[in-house]
């Protein structure tokens, strides 16, 4: 069965002027699917992978170049132009992808970049959406705490930003945890911080071990010791000063000085930090 939106392998069926047709091997499809140019020539009965896409009249096509998502995946995609009812969206092959406006959350803007994923219409065509989340699962039974992750970052909320976690669930990076700005659409690698009762998923740039808690405590120490006892480096001040100082995140700092704040071991002021000498 063809399957729309992923790689199939196909037999060439028919030699055009500017065209392949593309069947199966037993020849069942109802329409053939057409190849409209490839750099190599083809022979009647080769078998090729290709990717199978529509066109806006509903014609089956195929492309020997793969785009930058499946049905199975999720990408960044630049939008490139607009029209009534839509808008279109650069996704490695031609014609640009078609996204309705019924399939996007808002208006999107030419030349910003968005995630996208695949589906396929009422009609069997292929289209883009911006509506992802109905596509991310709600089982983690793959996940763990501390464990490793690639993430996508797709959207930004007044706590922080959301991610895709393996290209299958969603997640949540805390604004306190991190020490610069995100990018819709940056990837990066993460680890799970904890999983809630709720299923929700919150998610690290840098896992904190009980070993790096105490590196950083005790760091935190010399470093008042350097500057006479004093740091004005507080759980106020913004995450990039803290980040630039220590190399760690905001939340991560707070917690630390926490730590030493119970074990008296600093005092805390309103715009300073001052140690406490045994």
């Known amino acids: 069965m063809l399957k729309i939106g992923q790689r199939n392998q196909l037999q060439v069926s028919d030699i055009l002027p500017f ?19 490839s750099e190599q020539d083809l022979a009647i009965g080769e078998c090729i992978d290709v990717f199978i896409y529509t066109a806006a009249d509903g014609t089956l096509l195929a492309s020997l170049t793969m785009p930058k998502l499946d049905m199975q ?4 995609l ?3 132009g607009a029209s009534e009812h839509g808008y279109f969206a650069n996704w490695g092959i031609q014609p640009d992808l078609y996204l309705p406006q019924s399939q996007c959350h808002s208006s999107l803007d030419i030349g910003m970049s968005y995630v ?5 219409d009422k009609q069997n065509k292929l289209i883009g959406t911006s509506k992802i989340e109905r596509k991310l699962s709600d089982n983690t039974d793959s996940l763990k705490k501390g464990q490793a992750v690639d993430l996508l970052i797709y959207a930004e909320s007044p706590l922080g ?3 895709i976690i393996n ?6 990076l805390f604004k306190s945890d991190l020490s610069k700005t995100l990018k819709l659409g940056e990837q990066l690698n993460g680890y799970i911080k904890q999983i809630r009762t709720d299923g929700k998923v919150d998610l690290t740039l840098q896992l904190q071990t009980a070993k790096a808690r105490e590196s950083l405590e005790e ?5 008042l010791k350097a500057h006479g006892g004093l740091s004005t480096l507080t759980d106020k001040s913004s995450p990039e000063d803290i980040f630039s100082h220590f190399k760690v ?7 630390a000085i926490g730590k030493l704040y119970k074990n008296k071991k600093i005092k805390l002021d309103k715009n300073c930090i001052v140690i406490i000498e045994n």
């Open 167 to 172: 290209n299958k669930n969603a997640g949540l």
């Open 19 to 37: 065209a392949y047709h593309l069947n199966d091997s037993d020849n069942s499809l109802e329409r053939p699917v057409v190849l409209k140019e």
């Open 249 to 255: 995140s905001k939340g991560a700092y707070k917690k």
């Open 73 to 76: 995946a999720f990408a960044p």
């Open 219 to 223: 760091r935190i120490i010399d470093d």
């Open 78 to 80: 630049v939008i490139t």
């Open 116 to 120: 996208i994923s695949l589906m396929l």
């Open 161 to 163: 930003y959301k991610a």
